[in-house]
């Protein structure tokens, strides 16, 4: 069943008070709130989850400039200090176990929810992606296949799809860097068009953490960096997630 | 079969050579490039193809609002001039006969591509949207009713399913008011987050048209006009699309 939105909406980048919701973004003090290493948030997100399929791993459709950049990024998680994030279907299993604070959390049920760029399951016909995170660096790279789901103008790669991944892989990036959870902003001027079946290789890096925002910066280019497709800026909010309690 | 890139990429918003394409973004005379009406775009865009299936048409996961919604606006095409928006599945049936300039076409095969935002064929599991379009004013209308497949915190839309459908209703209202078919840049600042399964109204208007480029503002809020869910401005480069020559 869909929730129709009886929540209300939730209020982003503002501390104001919200009817129907007390007060969605009050003024935390940033010591006492984002008390979380990024070594243990990166733990808890990467801890096996054996029961869930981990989408960001090579599949038949991968084009040999996918397969190639991702065994060379697998090489540096075992001496580089990069980590594979795990990329499940939905949101929901990266957040087991926590909730959204301030009951912005909607009860589980036998839905089918999918992360909006997880929403094709057939190989090689949508998203095809995989993040790299470096805890200490505070960077994320995206090996990204667009397929042909994903099309704007004729054989190439709709602007939004790439807009979309880019607010992904900050959001993964925000989390992990930082306990930043939602989107405030994004600023994407967009270069060259991405044809349908290459390889876009996006570079985020945590440029600053103020305020209790992240700003991020994204450059998305070709795998030999000769042409540029797009760059992007992106602010987000830092919220704590709750562990949750025992029923 | 999905064509991997071999034309290269194709550089936007800058009038420079390619390697590969010898001018992609010739500097073109406004007055002789951009001759087409909007009455005769939209004339063409709006031509019924009876082959092809229209996806902005209500289906039985759209909520009440949704319904009431797109009722009215129909009722202003018949007095008011509005025109609402045939949706197919590829941008190929939308510029059926048309061909995109400068050799950016790819030729036409048996795959199955699909715009972005009609990735999801499922009723109500991905995006459900309609765009009504008012020549004489210049302005768009998109109503959207996000489905679980487009989730980011669990209950809500992702941040990037929004950018991308602004980025969609940008394109065509682009398109219809002044030949823009490239996206060149878009500045996307949230508010508050949309919960799946309710209903979000895209205002997108034509704010000037210089330069050989299109100037648009969007604000996405509730019905009631309560609650804004995001504001948006995109720049989008001017082309003219080519008669196909007959085989």
Redesign the interface.
């Known amino acids: 069943m869909?929730?129709?939105?009886?929540?209300?909406?939730?209020?982003?980048?503002?501390h104001r008070v919200?009817p129907g919701v007390p007060q969605v973004l009050p003024r935390l003090s940033p010591t006492s709130a984002f008390g979380s290493s990024t070594d243990s948030l990166v733990s808890r997100f990467c801890l096996e989850k054996m029961d869930l399929k981990d989408y960001a791993l090579p599949n038949a459709s991968w084009?040999p400039d996918m397969l190639n950049l991702y065994q060379e990024f697998l090489e540096k998680t075992k001496t580089d200090g990069w980590i594979k994030l795990p990329s499940f279907k939905?949101?929901?299993d990266h957040?087991q176990g926590l909730k959204?604070p301030f009951g912005?959390?909607?009860a589980s049920d036998k839905?089918?929810?999918?992360?909006?760029?997880r929403?094709?399951q057939e190989e090689?016909?949508?998203y095809e992606y995989v993040i790299f995170f470096h805890p200490t660096k505070k960077k994320s790279i995206c090996l990204f296949q667009p397929?042909?789901?994903?099309?704007?103008?004729?054989?190439?790669?709709?602007?939004?799809?790439v807009?979309?991944?880019?607010?992904?892989t900050f959001?993964k990036t925000a989390y992990l860097a930082g306990e930043g959870?939602?989107?405030?902003?994004?600023?994407?001027?967009?270069?060259?068009?991405?044809?349908?079946?290459?390889v876009a290789v996006l570079n985020v890096d945590v440029e600053k953490i103020e305020d209790q925002k992240l700003y991020m910066s994204c450059i998305a280019q070709?795998r030999d960096q000769q042409?540029v497709?797009a760059k992007c800026s992106g602010v987000f909010l830092q919220l704590q997630l709750e562990e949750e309690s025992s029923p």
């Open positions: 869909i929730r129709r939105g009886f929540l209300g909406a939730v209020r982003l980048g503002q919200l084009c939905s949101n929901r957040i959204l912005l959390a909607v839905s089918d929810w999918r992360i909006f760029t929403c094709i090689g016909r949508g397929g042909p789901y994903l099309e704007g103008p004729p054989g190439f790669a709709h602007g939004g799809s807009a979309a991944l880019m607010d992904e959001s959870l939602f989107t405030v902003s994004l600023n994407i001027r967009f270069k060259n068009l991405i044809p349908v079946g290459s070709s042409t497709y």
